[in-house]
């Protein structure tokens, strides 16, 4: 079921601020997020402290409503209807004093939305909608309130634009590889890579290079590139013949704009994505993934890799590839795609009986925040 496909134009200015950590992940959700509300009918200012990502993940024409705004904002602009903040970044104490004064003309405070991480963890549930009130600083008086996304009923969802499904069904693989120029191998199974510098990456590339069937290897630009030709030069020097029989192929991927982004994943049979807004893409994509979590310096990041593994009924071999392409321990087992086929396509069916992230949030704005606004009921 596609519940995300009725649109509610509020024709409200959206003002959506992202601080760009590093990276892609921050800018790439904050990007999808505002073209989904345009195409909703909404007006979206992404203000944003480096847009260079913006150049390759949106490269040509762009959604007209969304204008895409330095960040910190020019001394004196005003705030929209709407304000997101996204990942916990801080607004500047000019904004909020633009923002107090709004709500002190007009008597009520524009929406203010701290948008957080995804995460499975059972914390989302229970903070997601919860107010956060501002006890000072200029905007002392007014509040914030959490929205949480996520993979259950009780928390925010997931972004999924209205068309996907409808994208999905036209979409053919073999003609998307072939205007890319990717080489195929008959028969190969095709991998796509996109993670940090996982160490299991060489037993991985390994593992390929065994069989027994043949694999079709497509890196994606940036670190998940350097990477692999860092583990590439290692397992040659050590033995030069791996690949001999050469059942394991390599393509190098240019950087890719985020649909094109997407059409790799529906044209793959495994995918290996990292950070959030790519395992969000695999998910629909439906089909086996492997997830290299973001690393947080105190290992907080293993007990969220086990909320997910548990929400996603994941087999035991699944569960195992994670801990290894984690870092978390053991020894890389076999990718067996096939045995992990069944639990993917299950999530992506709980996960598609859900309404979309954007639905919910502008239910949110309406119901939670705008007491005086109506939005059609369905
Ligand atoms: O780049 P990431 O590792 O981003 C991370 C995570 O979001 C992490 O949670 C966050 O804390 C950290 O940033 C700061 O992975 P992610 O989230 O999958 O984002 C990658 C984006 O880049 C995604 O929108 C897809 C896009 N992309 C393309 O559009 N074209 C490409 O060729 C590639 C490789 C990625």
New binding site residues.
């Given amino acids: 079921m596609d519940n995300s496909a009725k649109a509610y134009p509020l024709a409200m200015l959206w003002d959506i601020f992202c601080k760009?950590?590093?990276?892609?992940?921050?800018?790439?959700?904050c990007?999808?997020l505002a073209v989904q509300l345009a195409q909703r009918g909404e007006t979206v200012r992404l203000w944003v402290d480096d847009a260079a990502?913006l150049e390759?993940?949106a490269p040509g024409q762009r959604p007209p409503a969304v204008q895409v705004m330095p960040w910190p904002a020019q001394v004196g602009a005003q705030p929209g209807d709407v304000i997101i903040e996204a990942?916990g970044c801080e607004l500047e104490p000019q904004f909020q004093a633009a923002i107090a004064g709004k709500a002190g003309e007009s008597g009520r405070q524009p929406a203010w939305i701290n948008l957080e991480?995804?995460t499975a963890e059972s914390f989302a549930e229970r903070n997601h909608r919860l107010p956060s009130p501002l006890l000072s600083g200029p905007a002392a008086g007014l509040t914030r309130r959490f929205f949480y996304p996520g993979f259950t009923a009780g928390t925010g969802g997931l972004l999924r634009e209205h068309d996907l499904l409808r994208r999905q069904s036209a979409f053919d693989a073999t003609r998307w590889l072939s205007a890319q120029g990717i080489a195929r191998t008959e028969g190969a199974r095709r991998v796509s890579l996109?993670c940090?510098e996982p160490a299991a990456l060489e037993p991985l590339l390994a593992q390929c290079a065994r069989g027994p069937g043949a694999t079709d290897l497509l890196v994606?630009?940036?670190r998940?590139t350097a990477a692999a030709q860092a583990a590439l030069k290692r397992i040659e020097a050590a033995a030069p013949d791996w690949n001999s029989r050469g059942l394991l192929s390599i393509s190098w991927?240019?950087?890719?704009?985020?649909p094109?982004?997407d059409h790799?994943l529906w044209a793959c049979d495994l995918n290996f994505?990292?950070?959030?807004?790519?395992?969000v893409?695999a998910l629909w994509a439906g089909k086996p993934l492997v997830w290299q979590?973001?690393p947080q310096g105190d290992d907080a990041h293993h007990g969220k890799l086990d909320a997910f593994l548990a929400w996603l009924n994941a087999p035991p071999g699944l569960r195992e590839f994670h801990r290894a392409w984690n870092d978390i321990g053991g020894e890389l087992p076999l990718a067996d795609a096939e045995a992990w086929a069944d639990c993917i396509r299950n999530a992506r069916e709980r996960l598609l009986a859900q309404p979309d992230l954007l639905t919910q949030l502008m239910r949110f704005v309406v119901d939670d925040l705008q007491p005086t606004a109506s939005l059609p009921r369905h």
């Fill in positions: 760009v950590i590093d990276n892609h992940g921050d800018i790439g959700v990007w999808r990502a390759w993940i990942f991480y995804l996109f940090y994606t630009a940036g998940a991927l240019p950087l890719l704009s985020q094109d982004f790799l994505v990292r950070g959030e807004d790519s395992l893409r979590i973001y």
